[in-house]
């Protein structure tokens, strides 16, 4: 334990965000970093609990009092080292993870946790700074070959692993990029694509290939990888999204949010945008979806110059506190104010979409809304609503952006012609634990198997996966398990 009396010493603290008017202006990340002395005092707030729940928040098991140690010592190696024993990429998730691991943090039952998403940003940024990472390739071949079909988190990090274990791997990536969601969705103001791209680099130098503008069964034979590869695994991720089949939908001007937010990726990168141009600069813009996705479609409609921004989802509003419903330390759904938020926007819950209304041409000019009333069963869920009287109007609007959620990854193509096996909500049958398809030789992992989830799920189903693939192919693995255990 860095500093026995921390947690009674210090109170949690938060990096500087650059002001809102200015950050509105570009697309670069604006949360400012903790000078070192903020760092430490924030990582002396560990208590180093005797059960460290924090740890089994995560989902990649990361060992936070450890490394949380170690950066109260100073010792940047040491706390590099840990924190990359658990997490491939502590660059995407100390920017983009909603950090369960801090919700389950015991400090947290009566005091703000510890900023352990800060925490692990600052270890592996200052690991980059020092020189502490570099291009590790394995000592020895496998001579096995697997092939890798999506580039997201969860494909990143069974590469990542399997090229740890000696396989020769080679990533497929449908798009001109590698890095799935997190090159082509997340704002670059979350996260910029120089982190990604300086991963990816890194990859490449430990020996393993990326293929893009490989969509697998479109331009991409299944056989010739079915022939040359031991092992395959689906990492496509969730991509069909959720609909919204009111009257009008028709209507020019109702988009899915990531339509949306990949266009705005590619002008960032300044690269050509595919189909028609969807901004919202100078219009009225409704995003329908309350979480992550809706938060995007804000903080990019405001970059674009929106004249209005309105967020609504028919759910009722969240907590602002924990419940008896939602105790310490389960993952809370409270009130969540993102930094989108904060630069401008109108939010509304417990609203019905009922039509999308055109002009003359076919253009939406309004959306028709009714304010809805939930019933809340004995477990705090919401299970029935009914339309409040009275409450029915049309808001004026040329650019609604639907957000809401992921259905299942898309079926057509590699999917349907390799014959894997469906679950119930669509998504590829891999049992948990196992990662195996009804097809020994293909495995599955991240929101392709699971369905719609964090990129710290993500990268804990890609090393989990890679583990059991390893296992496959040599009869053992020496891959370590999320809970630590090095053999199969």
Known sequence: MGKVTGFLEYERTAPLKEDAKERLKHYNEFVKNFELEEVNKEAARCMDCGVPFCQSGCPLGNVIPEFNEAVYKGDWHLASTILLSTNNFPEFTGRICPAPCESACVL??????????????????????????????????????????????????????????????????????????????????????????????LMEKEGIVFKCNSNVGVNVELNTLLRDFQSIILAGGSTIPRDLPAKGREAKGVHFAMDFLKQQNKRVKNFAVDGEAILATGKDVIVIGGGDTGSDCIGTSNRQGAKSVTQFEIMPMPSQQRTSNMPWPTYPMLLKVTSSHEEGCERGWGVNTKEFIKDEN????????????????????????????GTERDLPCQLVLLAMGFLHPQKEGLIENLGVELDNRGNVKAEEGKYQTNIAKIFAAGDMRRGQSLVVWAISEGREAARKVDQYLMGHSSLPSKDGIPYA
């Open 362 to 389: 076919g253009n939406l000019k309004a959306v028709k809304v009714v304010d809805v009333e939930w019933e809340i069963d004995a477990n705090g869920r919401p299970v029935n609503f009914k339309e409040k009287a």
């Open 108 to 201: 947290g039952i009566n005091k703000s946790p510890v900023s352990i998403e800060e925490i692990e940003k600052h270890i592996i940024e200052i690991a980059f700074d020092k020189g502490y990472i570099k291009a590790e390739q394995p000592l020895i071949r496998t001579g096995k070959k697997v092939a890798v079909i999506g580039s997201g988190p969860a494909g990143l990090a069974a590469a990542a692993q399997l090229n740890k274990a000696g396989h020769e791997v080679v990533v497929y990536e449908r798009d001109d990029t590698p890095g799935g969601l997190l090159n082509y969705g997340i704002p670059d103001f979350k996260l910029q694509k120089d982190v990604v791209t300086r991963r990816i680099a």
